[in-house]
């Protein structure tokens, strides 16, 4: 598969796989039209994660990179949404698949 191919599916899939975790997990919103707002953006922003570690190497080991990548990434987020731990350990946990699978 070739590495753009991959990094669409990747990508696909860790923005999935978070929205799936959003809906199944307990946050309160003031609207729903927070919630789906947050659905969105999280969607958007763990698709860019999974679409940007198969296409960059900054030289580690794949599974460094993907880490690295994914908490950097992860880290504005984290910060505006004050939920840091559930963010960040995503963020590691699917970082270093997604640079297990690309490597």
């Not at 899939?13 to 729903?32: E, I, Q, R, S, Y």
């Not at 908490?71 to 297990?100: D, F, H, K, M, T």
Request: proline share 7%; net charge positive; glycine share 12%.
């Amino acid at each position: 598969m070739d590495r753009f191919s991959l990094a669409l599916l990747c990508g696909l899939g860790f923005g999935g796989f978070t929205v799936l975790v959003m809906l199944l997990a307990p946050v309160k919103f003031d609207t729903p039209r927070q919630r789906q707002e947050a659905l969105v953006a999280a969607f958007i922003g763990r698709f860019m994660n999974g679409f940007l570690i198969p296409l960059v190497d900054i030289g580690l080991p794949p599974v460094m990179n993907g880490i690295l990548l994914s908490i950097g990434l992860s880290l504005s987020p984290a910060i505006i949404s004050r939920r840091y731990v559930p963010i960040l350990i995503i963020a590691i946990i699917g970082g270093a698949i997604i640079g297990w699978i690309a490597g």
